[in-house]
């Protein structure tokens, strides 16, 4: 079945900038998504991109997607403190149940 | 505005007591999701209403139920929880399975 991988942690110091990364197997997505969750909280979704589009940019966020290599980013410009959260890429194929990789935990260092 | 919304955010019940956890939304979208999310994991499906049409997941246990009285409301039903059951419980829209997915904030279940 589909899989998604993500590096478990980074750490990055304020105001740098945070790369998250993802890779995922199925070939026929539709929607890769970036969720942020912070402690105790649901998952809020942060942005989307569709399958046939190689970037997105919405203010300090930038998704970028190689879909030769299956690699999906998220790239969050002048990252501060209330950044850190857990970041959950996901891959939404057709009508498929929506695959989560494991997330990825961002400390914000002052 | 908050458009999934999830009550209580907090339950805590006794080992083997049923318990009901209840979500709603303002959006008026046909897809309605349960996700069981346990500390340190990636949220994992248990089940989605398509309208009234009910699918499960291969693996959810039977001890999760569900019932989808309209299309605003969506209730979590587990009848004798467990230790193992002690999770964040996300409930999420969408306006067809093949779109983008709205999370509601969660309820954290403790089991004593």
């Known amino acids: 079945g589909e899989d998604v991988e993500q590096s478990l942690f980074l750490s990055v110091r304020e105001g740098d900038s945070s790369v998250i990364n993802c890779t995922y197997t199925d070939s026929s997505s539709t929607y890769l998504y970036w969720y942020k969750q912070e402690p105790g909280a649901g998952l809020q979704l942060l942005t989307y991109?569709?399958?046939?589009?190689d970037m997105k940019q919405d203010q300090r966020l930038t998704v970028l997607l190689n879909k030769k290599d299956k690699h999906l980013s998220l790239r969050i410009a002048d990252t501060q403190t209330g950044d850190s959260a857990i970041y959950f890429c996901a891959d939404l194929t057709g009508n498929t149940p929506l695959v989560f990789g494991k997330g990825t935990r961002l400390s914000v260092i002052a | 505005d908050a458009m999934v919304i999830q009550n209580p955010r907090y339950q805590v019940t006794q080992f083997g007591k049923p318990v009901t956890l209840s979500c709603s939304q303002t959006?008026?979208?046909?897809?309605m999701y349960w996700y069981q999310q346990k500390s340190s994991q990636a949220p994992k499906l248990l089940f989605h209403?398509?309208?009234?049409?009910?699918?499960n997941e291969a693996d959810t246990p039977d001890n999760f139920q569900s019932r989808r009285p309209n299309t605003s409301f969506c209730f979590l039903d587990i009848r004798s929880p467990g230790l193992g059951d002690a999770a964040m419980y996300l409930c999420a829209t969408s306006r067809a399975t093949g779109e983008i997915r709205y999370f509601g904030p969660g309820t954290r279940l403790t089991v004593t």
């Open positions: 991109i569709f399958s046939n589009m």
């Open positions: 209403y398509y309208d009234k049409d009910f699918n």
């Open positions: 959006l008026n979208h046909n897809v």
